[in-house]
């Protein structure tokens, strides 16, 4: 949830071993035969809707069950799933082409329809899908997004026939085709609009899997999934099905792994991250990942709005000793952060201007701090609000703990039980301190990590930072076709976040992930995500 703006970037990521065999528990017997892998995973925030659906517990479960237009390796790599081609003279408007044979799971067609509609239904304001902003690009985007929308559908959106479509952007966007692996762009069957909120609940897709029958989602207990056996597409399961094990702690979960009872965990927690590698012999990688850590701190919170908010996010990151949080609790499987988006990701940069705002130096964090209060003084404490169910409190711990002991101020963790709860919270703006967030890629563009994150009305803004210099950086350089030119001004508006804050990012995190003697053949992806429908079956 990636690159620049300019050609593919393959992301030398993927990892694939094979293990032993052994038998599975009966925890997850419910979930089928012996071809059923068990997979960790959480509680989806909301209803396995592709574009009302911005965390990765559901969007796992999205990408299993659905295929876009375009589908990413595990190397990040791009290449034409739903989509026979997407052709474009002038960057601008862009004709797709659909395969033919493609069918949704209750057997209805895949036409062009599905796309066109699933996408006006995203966009439009009245249907408060939080994906919609990825639509921002369309011609007519901005008449179906306002309050009280003038339009039902967006303009830039045609269709020509069952298997064609086009597309007419607001300005040229060479790139723009490389975003439609992504999940609020997949298409939706017509069952979907008769009744949105019961399709989430057991969803039809198009993709490698689908769900084992009714009531296969079993709220924060699992969801069961089978093979698709009419998907022809470029994902092809080597196993009978994938059910996703939802679990309230990591060390639980780990507990299971090494017990047999789960087969895949794609992130060990910070309790195991020096002994996984030795627990699991040759079942383990440990590489670099699109992902990035950080906390949101809203400009509706007392004290961090104008000159004064400012002064005090530069204050508060500078004053987290970031190597020692990594080498102590993460074992160098985190890596402090100087940007907004990832290593991993084509172009990034060590050197841009403003990234000493992300260093820990104790002497300037006093000085802002004090500038701060020449403004108003402090009150309060300052909070930082994280889920219990993914191994956030050791951070967490010692970032409050540096931020006291730098700032002499009072600073603390505030716990939520589950990932889906405090998503909501910071969805629906009722969170009263700095949370957790970070960002994992979409697709393989550093667009995408700024974009949604930081870009006025963005999908997952959740601050609502609205910076008219950012966004205008970020629109120039999404039409810049010179990709010098282009990477230069995404820098510049990068430049402008590390100057406000409005997230402090705190490490970029590997894939430190571990599987079982019952599974082989695993890679994790350019993102830290297993390639479920690699994974076999011993």
């Not at 559901?58 to 876009?68: E, K, P, S, T």
């Not at 820990?360 to 219990?388: C, H, M, V």
């Amino acid at each position: 949830m990636r690159r620049t703006r300019v050609a593919t970037a393959v992301l030398a990521v993927g990892l694939t071993a094979g293990m032993l065999s052994a038998c599975s528990s009966g925890e997850s017997s419910g979930g089928g035969g012996s071809g059923i892998v068990n997979a960790w995973a959480g509680e989806p925030q909301n209803p396995l809707v592709p574009t009302n659906t911005s965390e990765n517990q559901g969007g796992r479960v999205i990408d299993a069950l659905f295929a876009g237009l375009v589908s990413y390796d595990a190397h990040g790599a791009i290449t034409n799933e739903v989509a026979e081609s997407i052709d474009t003279t002038d960057g601008k408007t862009f004709t797709v082409t659909l395969k033919d044979g493609w069918t949704f799971t209750d057997g209805s067609p895949v036409t062009a329809s599905s796309f066109v509609d699933a996408w006006n239904y995203g966009a439009l304001s009245t249907n408060a899908q939080i994906q919609a902003s990825f639509f921002d690009p369309i011609e007519g985007y901005d008449e179906v997004a306002a309050e009280n929308p003038t339009a039902q559908t967006m303009s830039g959106l045609k269709v020509v026939d069952d298997s064609t479509f086009t597309i007419e952007l607001k300005q040229p966007e060479s790139a723009f085709p490389d975003r439609l692996g992504f999940a609020a762009y997949f298409p939706l069957p017509q069952v979907a609009f008769e009744d949105m909120a019961a399709f989430g609940e057991n969803p039809v897709g198009n993709g490698p899997y689908k769900l084992a029958g009714p009531g296969a989602w079993q709220h924060n207990v699992r969801i069961d999934t089978v093979t698709n056996p009419d998907y022809d597409g470029n994902r092809k399961p080597k196993n009978d099905g994938v059910d996703f094990i939802m679990y309230n702690s990591l060390d639980t979960a780990y507990t299971d792994l090494l017990a047999g009872n789960v087969d895949v965990l794609d992130q060990v927690p910070p309790s195991a991250v020096t002994t996984f590698e030795s627990d699991l012999r040759g079942r383990t990688v440990n590489q670099p990942s699109a992902t990035i850590e950080t906390f949101t701190i809203p400009g509706r919170l007392p004290h961090f709005s104008g000159e004064e908010g400012t002064l005090r996010r530069q204050a508060i990151s500078m004053a987290i000793n970031r190597d020692q949080i990594t080498e102590q609790i993460y074992n160098n499987t985190r890596t402090p952060a100087l940007d907004f988006t990832s290593p991993a990701i084509e172009g990034w940069s060590d050197s841009l201007a403003g990234n000493g705002n992300l260093k820990f130096d104790p002497e300037a964090a006093k000085r802002l701090w004090a500038q701060a209060d020449a403004i108003a003084p402090w009150t309060g404490s300052f909070e930082i609000a994280y889920n219990g169910d993914g191994g956030h409190r050791e951070w967490v711990d010692a970032t409050v703990n540096s931020i006291r002991n730098t700032l002499g101020i009072d600073a603390k963790g505030k716990e939520y039980p589950t990932f889906a709860q405090i998503r909501t919270e910071a969805t629906n703006r009722t969170i009263p301190s700095a949370f957790r967030s970070g960002w994992q890629g979409d697709y393989p563009q550093q667009y995408g990590f700024l974009a949604q994150n930081y870009q006025t009305g963005g999908s997952s803004n959740d601050g609502d930072y609205s910076n008219p210099e950012f966004d205008r950086l970020l629109r120039a350089s999404a039409g810049e076709v010179d990709p010098g030119k282009a990477q230069d001004l995404l820098d510049q508006a990068q430049e402008v976040l590390l100057r406000d804050l409005p997230a402090v990012p705190t490490w970029y995190r590997n894939a430190a992930s571990g599987w079982s003697e019952n599974v082989s053949n695993v890679t994790i992806d350019w993102k830290g995500i297993p390639m479920y429908s690699d994974i076999e079956k011993n």
